[in-house]
């Protein structure tokens, strides 16, 4: 194993404990199979549901579905490097392909298997990262407003198509442009909520101390933004790569159960682009859309997001 120099020791910006006024009830557990410290939560027995969080949240956007879920199944909800409570190492890339060794490193010294993959936001292709390197430890796979890419034919052309039209996309690329986005991206724990306002956040009424808290606690300086920081810049400098498939393994992915469930009001991820390239992968995939719902749409319908899901385990 690698040695770590000081400029990548172990830093937290959460106290591993911390519970965020009792929303937050989980026990912290910490891996360091990548050579950081993946914070993740792993709670209730059962088959295995694998969450997986995007930008710029962490693994409490999931805290309603690990609640609703545990009772009966595993869940497992890490926080990828550089967000939630896990570590923030100074000198490691933060882009699409680390995020998928990350995980990868982690599922194989975790020994997971027969895993239930629920994932949001740039958790889909880091989830399908996962799928694709390893098709036998996946037996389900859910998309909650997370890209499934799996060798669509007509992939870069939506994905052009919505960076065009997305708020957020076209901030990135502005604000590279003109040198400000990590000046913004590294004070995200003020301005956390504009961001995800940016993004589509519509659950107004979420918003309190508590919760703004906990989304804007890792990033208390800039040295723990890299990971935000890395996301974005990745898009805007073209950096992020999906991870290459056979057509023998995209076959074998596509067979497997699958459902999309789409908060129609996501305007970061525009649904006329998403679901199509879902079908185009997964052509008996089941499909819900949710009217009113945004990106977040863990925050904004989590009790209609834990029912599906449910029922979508019990019957596949």
């Known amino acids: 194993m690698k040695k770590e120099n000081n400029?990548?020791?172990?830093?937290?910006?959460?106290?591993?404990?911390?519970?965020?006024?009792?929303?937050?009830?989980?026990?912290?557990?910490?891996?360091?199979?990548?050579?950081?410290?993946m914070h993740y939560v792993d709670e209730g027995d059962g088959e295995i549901i694998l969450a997986?969080?995007?930008?710029?949240?962490?693994?409490?956007?999931?805290?309603?579905?690990?609640?609703?879920?545990s009772t009966k199944y595993r869940v497992v909800v890490p926080d990828h490097m550089g967000f939630g409570k896990s570590e923030t190492p100074q000198d490691r890339s933060y882009l699409?392909?680390?995020?998928?060794?990350?995980?990868?490193?982690?599922?194989?010294?975790?020994?997971?298997?027969?895993?239930t993959l629920v994932m949001h936001?740039?958790?889909?292709?880091?989830?399908?990262?996962?799928?694709?390197?390893?098709p036998d430890r996946i037996k389900r796979i859910v998309s909650v407003n997370g890209?499934?890419?799996?060798?669509?034919?007509?992939?870069?052309?939506?994905?052009?198509?919505?960076?065009?039209?997305?708020p957020w996309f076209s901030w990135i690329f502005k604000a590279y442009e003109n040198g400000t986005l990590e000046q913004v991206l590294s004070q995200l724990d003020y301005n956390?909520?504009?961001?995800?306002?940016?993004n589509g956040f519509e659950n107004n009424d979420l918003i309190?101390?508590?919760?703004?808290?906990?989304?804007?606690?890792?990033?208390?300086?800039?040295?723990?933004?890299?990971?935000a920081i890395?996301?974005?810049?990745?898009?805007?400098?073209?950096?992020?790569?999906?991870?290459?498939?056979?057509?023998s393994t995209a076959e074998k992915i596509s067979k497997k159960p699958t459902m999309a469930i789409w908060g129609m009001a996501d305007k970061t991820l525009q649904a006329n682009y998403f679901i199509p390239l879902f079908q185009e992968a997964f052509p008996n995939g089941e499909i819900h859309t949710l009217n009113g719902v945004g990106h977040y749409s863990l925050e904004d319908a989590p009790e209609e997001i834990a029912s599906l899901i449910e029922v979508f385990l019990e019957k596949s």
């Open 52 to 69: 997986l969080h995007g930008e710029p949240t962490w693994g409490y956007l999931f805290r309603h579905l690990i609640g609703s879920l």
């Open 7 to 37: 400029k990548s020791s172990n830093r937290f910006s959460i106290n591993s404990w911390e519970t965020f006024d009792d929303t937050w009830p989980y026990e912290p557990h910490f891996n360091k199979a990548a050579g950081f410290g």
């Open 208 to 227: 309190t101390d508590t919760w703004l808290n906990a989304y804007g606690a890792h990033f208390k300086s800039r040295e723990y933004t890299l990971g």
């Open 192 to 198: 956390i909520l504009s961001t995800l306002k940016l």
């Open 147 to 166: 890209p499934t890419p799996l060798a669509q034919p007509n992939l870069g052309q939506a994905l052009n198509k919505n960076g065009a039209t997305s």
């Open 121 to 134: 936001d740039f958790g889909g292709p880091v989830g399908m990262g996962l799928a694709i390197r390893h």
């Open 230 to 247: 890395g996301w974005a810049k990745g898009f805007a400098e073209g950096a992020h790569q999906f991870e290459p498939t056979t057509s």
């Open 96 to 115: 699409l392909q680390d995020h998928i060794n990350n995980l990868e490193k982690f599922v194989l010294d975790l020994n997971l298997k027969d895993i």
